[in-house]
């Protein structure tokens, strides 16, 4: 666990996978925690729930800025940090995190948005007028490493994922130069039905065997 | 006695009624989120959650909750036969692409326009959080906001143009609430039904922009009143 | 057959899945032929396999323009009518066809590419810098109709497609007005497993059963 | 007796020594087409079709072939254990998002600065297609070319600037020829390689841009002299 992140220097940019309590990587961020690189730039849906999720990595002070759609009331180090103004956020709307991701990782590097026209999410970004319709320019967003949880990997880096935990694992995947996955197995090479893996192996670097932790 | 408005489960009762049979339907937090226990028994609706699925159903019973199927608030749901899990990209690929008959969601202000703003109060202490919404209503090809007609210390709540943080512009169709539900039209706002007991003169006394009316508006049609 | 295909209109936009001989909706096509509807603009891969795919359909000239990344030397009737002037040809990476159709879906109206830049493809399209490389701008692309072929439905519509037949079909589905699929079988709703489901019900609004017809 | 040049098997088998052990590989049509048949045995490489397949094995026997399992030039294929389908967007989220790490085209034309052109000769007959090509050689993290040094009427292929229609620019890594590798640097073409009983002077002559090389250039290795 600690060697799969043992190589996250201070300043990274790391993306966590996870929404609503579901199919978070717990056990590697737990591992980020002991590992102790700071100043880390983070994109995750939310921002912790008390010490669980990414709030103990806020609680160790790991973390300088963060994109999230909805850090969470039950955020509680986060929110403290960001009424101090020790952390910096960047709020973007939830369907917009996910495809900027997918943009970083399918080679898109801006995409014009009907999202937030008219908003504060507007602001300092390029409008546009499209066949008649107000439209906003978002660009891609990447990371150095993505930590994801999946319920299953074959050797190779194959994933599957397990109901709502799937949420925004798969993309992280694809948006990251390393992504870590945290399973709940791991099966021979070829065991997985071709016709339903979620993540090809493609897009798996390391891969973490552990018991699955659940932060109600 | 004094009349009574209606009460949040009311307002989601009168909701349930703009549910087609067949609909595929997100609904947000608050009073939205009672809904679903309102849907006729003759109507099937196919719940969407933008963590990633289509086909929800009610909240999983005690002793059987499953922490990997989850709603987008973090409550353990069931599924319906039929159901698909996705990403939460394909999930708003389904919101932003105009793919879902309905949203619903809670309101803050709604502007005669349609304005909506939902997610945030100024000066409220924290960082806010959009979540979804953003993307759900800029994409619903029908959006209903459900919401109390004035806030807690008696503010109207529709008005002429939105003074808290805007969630989207020209998205809001419907407003029902505790008073009345209110068409958003090209021509304004337009009066369709009062809560049972009021006249459109009382409503209108709580709502900041002009509302348009026939000379006789129904009263709301529920079942528990 | 026919009655899926009977409201589709002259001067329709009408997609088609397929590619490499696989995951064409053949059926649907000859019921299209057999309508007879004229004047159609068309988006696919290709252009046919002389009478096979969509052969038939510009044998029978219903067909007045298309958009394809590879119409292909088999295409027989539609080279002989692009030698003539008689059809229009709007020539697309296949990665970019499959990405502009997504776009529509996912409600994104135009996105920056990397592909074609200092190409013929590039030609009357919008270049920008950045991030210090070149870039086109894309418009997205949408139909009234796609027609696609899918191994299995649930009578809901809910999708599972079968080895490389999937290719186009998944992504078309969420790019038109109206998705009509042929597929091999119906199944009751709920057998299909949710987790491998790829093509959600929301996307379908027909089905036809019939016995796959495959072109060499 | 006067020198050979390359069979296009030898092109292929020269080019199958570049591909490393797990790398993920895209093989275009033409020359491409033949180098799975030379990887060397203790190397393992995943080879995808953008039709949507990561892990194709070679090509089905007789009487074994399933039409839905074809690659992208329609040839029914077989897969090795870990391979996976998706969608043909998802296909080419891999190959323009730059996560392929060795991709493999044939060439019409290279010109010195690593501009590609491959998909249509100047007044052919026909409307041409552009297929997957532009998009792979956008995306490779390493894109070789692979073709005859010069074309069939005896023109050089390897040029100062594409007279053809490109299919992208400044994108080739290497050219591996009947002739020669040779690699494309910011320095110009660099000259890796020659073939067996070649000088890098006869390999300048049929190449139109400059050649740099070291003074001892090593002969192409191959098992099938």
């Known amino acids: 666990m600690d060697l799969a992140v043992a190589d996250v220097p201070d300043g990274a940019i790391v993306m966590f996978g996870g929404f609503g309590g579901a199919g978070f990587p717990n056990n590697l961020i737990q591992g980020l925690a002991r590992r102790g690189a700071r100043n880390l730039r983070v994109i995750?849906?939310?921002?912790?729930?008390?010490?669980?999720?990414?709030?103990?990595?806020?609680?160790?002070?790991?973390?300088?800025?963060?994109?999230?759609?909805?850090?969470?009331?039950?955020?509680?180090?986060?929110?403290?940090q960001f009424d101090a103004g020790e952390v910096e956020l960047e709020l973007v709307p939830q369907g917009i995190l996910c495809e900027r991701m997918r943009a970083f990782g399918a080679g898109i590097p801006a995409f014009y948005s009907p999202v937030g026209v008219g908003t504060d999410v507007a602001k300092g970004k390029e409008e546009r007028v499209i066949r008649g319709k107000r439209y906003i320019l978002e660009q891609a967003l990447g990371a150095d490493y993505a930590f994801i949880k999946a319920y299953r990997a074959d050797r190779m880096g194959n994933l599957v994922y397990r109901k709502a935990a799937r949420n925004f694992n798969p993309i992280m995947a694809t948006a990251a130069k390393i992504t870590i996955v945290e399973v709940d197995e791991v099966v021979e090479t070829g065991t997985l039905d071709p016709e339903t893996i979620v993540t090809p192996s493609i897009y798996v670097d390391r891969i973490v065997v552990a018991k699955g932790i659940h932060n109600a | 006695m004094p009349k009574a408005r209606l009460t949040r489960e009311q307002i989601a009762e009168r909701a349930a009624l703009e549910l087609p049979d067949g609909a595929y339907v997100n609904l947000g937090w608050g009073i939205p989120n009672l809904i679903a226990a309102y849907v006729p028994k003759d109507v099937v609706v196919?719940?969407?959650?933008?963590?990633?699925?289509?086909g929800m159903g009610p909240r999983a019973k005690a002793g059987e909750e499953d922490y990997d199927l989850v709603d987008a608030m973090k409550v353990p749901v069931t599924l319906v036969p039929g159901a698909a899990y996705f990403s939460q990209v394909d999930a708003h690929v389904m919101t932003r692409g105009g793919h879902l008959d309905i949203c619903i969601l809670g309101g803050l202000?709604?502007?005669e326009r349609g304005d909506l703003a939902n997610w945030r109060v100024p000066g409220a202490k924290g960082a806010g959080g959009i979540g979804g919404a953003m993307d759900i209503s800029v994409g619903a090809e029908k959006l209903i906001v459900t919401m109390e007609h004035n806030?807690?210390?008696g503010q109207r709540k529709i008005v002429t143009a939105c003074s808290y943080p805007l969630t989207a512009i020209e998205c809001v169709n419907t407003i029902i609430t505790d008073l009345a539900v209110i068409d958003v039209t090209t021509d304004g706002?337009?009066?369709?039904?009062?809560?049972?007991?009021?006249?459109p003169e009382e409503v209108q006394e709580q709502t900041e922009p002009k509302l348009r009316c026939s000379e006789n508006v129904p009263e709301m049609a529920l079942r528990t009143k």
């Open chain 2, 109 to 111: 202000q709604v502007s």
């Open chain 1, 44 to 80: 995750s849906n939310n921002c912790g729930t008390g010490d669980g999720e990414l709030g103990i990595l806020f609680k160790n002070r790991q973390i300088r800025h963060v994109v999230a759609a909805f850090p969470g009331p039950g955020a509680t180090y986060f929110q403290q």
């Open chain 2, 189 to 199: 706002l337009v009066l369709r039904e009062v809560a049972p007991g009021f006249t």
């Open chain 2, 151 to 153: 806030s807690k210390d």
């Open chain 2, 46 to 54: 196919y719940f969407h959650s933008e963590n990633g699925i289509l």
